[in-house]
């Protein structure tokens, strides 16, 4: 995937980040991407990346529920769940840190992943005070998906 210049070229990358095509390939063109910060087309771009990384997000979160649903106290799946969750999330930082945005736009749209991020862990722990054995509090501790 080539490097995006203008928000024309921008547009099948963020397409692409938002379907899941090539991460490999879209985080590379959209680290090496450039474009104009101005007027018009910095919100747009903005509102285009921010409904594709919240996609992302809304997706990865009703798969960690399917696998969490379906672990039933297994350890290895979700230990296996807890590091795909935060795998993705990892992913979205290194999409959101790219030279193409503003400092300031980096680390407000950062924020926003990391404030997601604890609020899956703390609910996470909260949910694994019900468990008696303590397996799960732990295996939340060990593996938590804001690190």
Do not use: C
Request: charged share 30%; aromatic share 4%; proline share 4%.
């Amino acid at each position: 995937m080539t490097p995006p210049k203008t928000y024309a070229d921008w547009v099948p990358v963020l397409d692409a980040l938002k379907g899941r095509t090539d991460d490999a390939g879209v985080l590379a063109a959209m680290q090496a991407g450039e474009i104009a910060w101005q007027g018009g087309v910095a919100e747009r771009f903005s509102k285009r990346l921010l409904d594709a990384v919240n996609d992302r997000m809304d997706t990865a979160s009703d798969t960690f529920q399917r696998q969490m649903g379906r672990a039933r106290g297994q350890e290895g799946a979700i230990i296996q769940a807890l590091l795909q969750m935060r795998k993705e999330l990892q992913f979205l930082m290194r999409v959101l840190d790219i030279p193409a945005l503003p400092e300031e736009q980096r680390k407000e749209y950062a924020r926003l992943v990391r404030e997601q991020a604890d609020k899956m862990q703390q609910s996470l722990e909260d949910s694994a005070k019900k468990d008696r054995s303590g397996k799960l509090a732990s295996i939340v501790r060990n593996h938590p998906l804001n690190r």
